[in-house]
């Protein structure tokens, strides 16, 4: 019975005939692979190996001048003869998915004979190039075997030969396997259901291993193809993975290794049109666009901030100075108590700011710094919606709080990006693309740019801080003839604040809905200021650099801004300072008050000072002629017009209720704006000149800010002082300020040494990669040279890093 079922193995001779050369070993495979990434040669073996289907000669699997032998007899049941001019495969019954295996060994072939057969998987050793290695015929190929690019029909026991080279034949990689001519998908389909009812062919029986084998072929005529090769669209429902198959056999026969680099090369490559230089140029030029939106967002924020704060602090205290509106609406909370508290947290807790304002800096950064003290602001103005000792005087102390943080860091910030201006610009140079210290006098353009543009907005806040009073609460107000009835001298001859003014400036009391209305319409505005610096205004430093400026040591940074009042140019400026101070105070309260009100009435008191910020706005422009000529002269031209202004002042005492000095009044107010604006952009612009370095320039602001707030202070303690006292003090003052800062430029132009303390280097905690090594810092000058300050007047430093010198009797100033 297994006789029957599996036939004996073809003889050594047969194969010999066929292929004209000794039979190999048993277990050795006779016939060549099918060669990768070939196509389907369904049907027998031609001549040289190669493949045949059904008398159509295949040009991919056997030449045109080669026969294939005749088509394969029917498959019977019984055992195939080894007397055939060629081996036939066997193949599994039809009506069996997987045919028995018998149950003893394969029978082997006779000593005799020198019969072999061939294994399922036996494979030969002449592969055609480029082509995949192919199953035997008939053999179901195992997952390895069959490649994903060799699509196979589910329930064809016949798998897909690829063309071999003859076993003489060497080995030619650049061989490629051409598809073979295909049938249409009707036609094909139509086959296949012919050849499933036919059963199976004459000639061929199971094989005695149970699977089939492949057979010799004989030379002789052209057969006519027994099958034509499956369409791909059955193939494909049969399989799905013969979507990817074909996928990768069109990629691996229509490209070359070269044509793949070559599509690469075009995909992941250069554009031909790239021009590195010009992108380069384009980035710079966007980081230069973000460095003006950055100053002017910063300016706009700080206009905002300042103008909603005044503009709130004015409505409301004159709304709190009539007894009317304090009688019927806050009768049992003694509000004029509560206004003296407010002003008394505004103008007293700046004092304390020197010692917070540097860690504050630090700990938050440049911007956050801002941020939090614009946020601090819209506080203030919330508290308003309802008016208590517990909101109101707790939100003036934060203001007072803030006052310092938000101005030095505003000051430092656009100094700042002057810097980072001047960084982009020169982005070629080699000391910006190796983060060191730039020339001295590098960034002096961008610096006097930029100051004089913050300023110039500003200076529009005490513009915006009249909105609330001219637009509401000027219809509430009482006409001059009754506010300034008890008044009987104004200006010089004047004490304290405006005495004899009328206590009920209201002739009819505002609605609270309105009152909510203006309020809201104010909270909007700082609520704006916040977005602004939270969104366009991008960060002062790196990241790293950040991390530097607050790795020196909390110790370190509370002693810094003490340290650097040794720098004699600072303590000659320190006068100036306090100046800078006396002078905006008192254009808001003794100017605006006990001359412009005794003379115009309150209801002229938002002109008036509306005339002083155009003309400080607009006079801001002057500050660019220090492009030209020398530093000096801005400040002592601001310093030249508020003396003749504080002479006059000292000499007139205009007429109450007396409307036709206006002219005079408004023309004292714009050179006072004139005066103010050169005096303030003049020392932004000088502080910023003489404090070049990075990790400095917050210490210096803070001073500077420090001062001016303990001059306002004083003002706000020296109120009931005559005028005449105020505008001497005044007068003292400025002369102090310009002497000490011509003194100054004297030394400075000397090149007399200065004592600046040195900045101590980082001290990073090493978690992470970041700082590897002691040097690996963005502080300025931390490599090697670049630690030394390259002035030219060779300043004297500390020895130590976080130390200065004990003696200073060798250090003039």
């Given amino acids: 019975m297994l006789g029957g079922l599996y036939p004996q193995p073809a003889s050594p001779s047969t194969i010999a005939r066929v292929w004209g050369h000794r ?119 195992s997952p390895r075997a069959r490649m994903p690019s060799q699509p196979r029909v589910l329930g064809d026991t016949r798998t897909s ?47 005695a291993t149970g699977h089939p084998e492949r057979a010799a072929p004989t030379p002789g005529p052209a057969l006519t193809p027994s099958r034509p090769p499956p369409c791909p669209e059955v193939a494909m429902e049969k399989d799905p993975s013969c979507y990817q198959d074909a ?74 100075y009539d007894e009317t509106y304090r009688e019927v609406k806050y009768s049992n ?32 950064g440049t911007k956050w710094a801002m941020f939090l003290a614009v946020g601090i602001y819209a506080l203030f103005v919330s508290s308003n919606y309802w008016e208590r000792y517990y909101t109101l005087v707790p939100s003036a102390v934060a203001i007072g709080v803030a006052i310092v943080p938000l101005w030095a860091s505003m000051g430092n910030y656009i100094t700042r990006m002057a810097q980072k201006y001047y960084e982009y610009v020169n982005y070629k140079e080699e000391h910006v693309q190796e983060q060191q210290r730039a020339p001295r006098g590098a960034c002096n353009t961008y610096i006097i740019i930029f100051q004089t543009v913050f300023y110039t907005c500003f200076h529009l806040s005490f513009v915006c801080a009249q909105m609330p009073m001219l637009f ?27 005495p004899g003014f009328n206590k009920t400036v209201l002739q009819s009391l505002p609605r609270s809905i309105n009152l909510i209305i203006v309020e809201s319409a104010l909270m909007a505005a700082a609520f704006l200021a916040m977005l602004v610096v939270l969104v366009l205004c991008g960060s002062a430093y790196r990241p790293t650099e950040e991390i530097d400026l607050r790795s020196i040591g909390w110790g370190n940074i509370f002693q810094l801004p003490f340290k650097h009042m040794r720098d004699y140019r600072l303590r000659h400026l320190f006068p100036l300072f306090i100046y800078s101070g006396f002078e905006v105070l008192f254009v808001c309260t003794g100017f605006s008050l006990n001359y412009g009100v005794c003379a115009l009435g309150l209801e002229n008191l938002a002109y008036l000072l509306m005339a ?166 963005d502080e300025t000058g931390s490599e090697g040279d670049g630690g030394k300050d390259n002035n030219d007047e060779h300043p004297t430093e ?16």
């Avoid at 003694?334 to 004092?351: F, H």
């Avoid at 509401?472 to 004047?494: A, D, E, I, M």
Wanted: proline fraction near 11%.
């Fill in 612 to 777: 002083y910020g155009f003309s400080a706005s607009a006079c801001s422009s002057l500050a660019l002629c220090m492009l030209r000529l020398r530093r000096q002269i801005p400040l002592l031209a601001g310093a030249l017009i508020h003396a003749a202004l504080l002479v006059t002042l000292f000499c007139w005492a205009p007429e109450p209720r007396h409307l036709v000095q206006a002219p005079l009044l408004y023309s004292i107010a714009v050179l006072w704006g004139m005066g103010s604006t050169l005096n303030k952009t003049g020392i932004s612009i000088l502080l910023g000149v003489l404090y070049e370095d990075k990790e400095r320039q917050d210490f210096v602001f803070t001073i500077y800010h420090w001062w001016q707030a303990l001059a306002i202070f004083t003002v706000y303690l020296w109120s009931g002082l005559p005028m005449k006292a105020k505008l001497s003090i005044m007068l003292l003052t400025l002369a102090v300020a310009v002497g000490a800062y011509l003194w100054m430029e004297h030394k400075v132009a000397q090149h007399v040494a200065y004592r600046l303390p040195r900045i101590p280097r980082p001290r990073h905690k090493m978690h992470g990669y970041r700082y590897l090594e002691e040097d690996d810092s």
């Fill in 247 to 320: 996928a990768k056999m069109v990629a691996g026969d229509g490209l070359s290794a070269e044509g793949t680099e070559t599509q690469l090369d075009d995909f992941v490559g250069a554009h031909p049109d790239y021009n590195e230089e010009e992108e380069e140029q384009k980035y710079y030029r966007r980081k230069r666009l973000g460095v003006v939106k950055n100053v002017l967002a910063a300016s706009l924020a700080g206009t905002l901030t300042y103008g909603v704060y005044l503009g709130l602090l004015q409505m409301q205290l004159i709304l709190h």
């Fill in 472 to 498: 509401f609460l000027n219809n509430y107000l009482y006409q001059l003839n009754h506010t300034l009835f008890g008044v009987k001298h104004c200006g010089t001859l004047s004490h304290g604040t405006l």
């Fill in 23 to 141: 039979p190999a070993p048993l277990g050795r495979a006779l016939f060549p692979p099918a060669p990768r990434g070939g196509s389907s040669c369904p049907g027998r073996r031609g001549p040289q190996g190669r493949c045949c289907s059904q008398g159509r000669i295949l040009h991919h699997c056997c030449g045109p001048s080669q026969g294939c032998p005749p088509p394969c007899p029917p498959r019977p049941t019984g055992a195939t003869t080894s007397s055939s001019s060629h081996v036939v495969l066997a193949a599994p019954s039809p009506h069996l998915k997987n045919p028995p295996l018998p149950a003893g060994p394969d029978p082997a072939p006779a000593p005799g004979d020198g019969d072999f057969t061939l294994g399922p998987t036996q494979r030969s050793p002449h592969p055609a190039p480029g082509h995949r290695h192919c199953t035997a015929m008939g053999t179901p190929p």
């Fill in 161 to 207: 030969v690829c063309p071999a080279n003859p076993p003489n034949q060497p080995h030619t990689p650049k061989t490629r396997c051409t598809p073979p001519p295909r049938a249409p998908c009707h036609i094909t389909r139509g086959r296949e259901r012919e050849a499933r009812a036919a059963g199976p062919r004459a000639g061929q029986a199971p094989s």
């Fill in 798 to 813: 500390a020895t130590r890093g976080d130390e200065l010198p004990k003696d200073d009797g060798d250090q003039l100033g």
């Fill in 333 to 364: 909370i003694q509000l004029e108590d509560i206004d003296r508290k407010v002003l008394m947290g505004i103008n007293i807790t700046p004092v304390a700011a020197l010692l917070y304002t540097p860690i504050l800096i630090r700990f938050f």
